[in-house]
Nanobody, 114 residues
Framework: QVQLVESGGGLVQAGGSLRLSCAAS?????MNWYRQAPGKPRELVAT???????NYADSVKGRFTISRDNAKNTMYLQMNSLKPEDTAVYYC???????????WGQGTQVTVSS
């Protein structure tokens, strides 16, 4: 089973930027960033396939950029022009190469102050 370790969350003012990282202990297929705000369901923020194809939630298009370094088994989420409504716990998710399951990171808090 692949282990995921996230880093990069924190407190930032509206309009600021943060970069999240998710390091995997082995090779992975598609990788995703999810987020969950208090009292709300977990939502998919961005996806990147092993080939580099990306997809974003409408709420973050043009502001967030997902990327990955396959040599390092690491995924990133560059978040620019942050808004208070981006405040949430962000989770990385990675589909195993076998496609038989996926792993979740421990979550990292992102707080955007107005």
């Amino acid at each position: 089973q692949v282990q995921l370790v996230e880093s990069g969350g924190g407190l930032v003012q509206a309009g600021g930027s943060l970069r999240l990282s998710c390091a995997a202990s082995g090779s992975i297929n598609t990788m995703n960033w999810y987020r969950q705000a208090p009292g709300k369901p977990r939502e998919l923020v961005a996806t990147i396939t092993s080939g580099g194809t990306t997809n974003y939630a409408d709420s973050v298009k043009g502001r967030f950029t997902i990327s990955r370094d396959n040599a390092k088994n690491t995924m990133y989420l560059q978040m620019n022009s942050l808004k208070p409504e981006d405040t949430a716990v962000y989770y990385c998710n990675a589909v195993w190469m076998s496609l038989l399951g996926s792993s979740w990171g421990q979550g990292t808090q992102v707080t955007v102050s107005s």
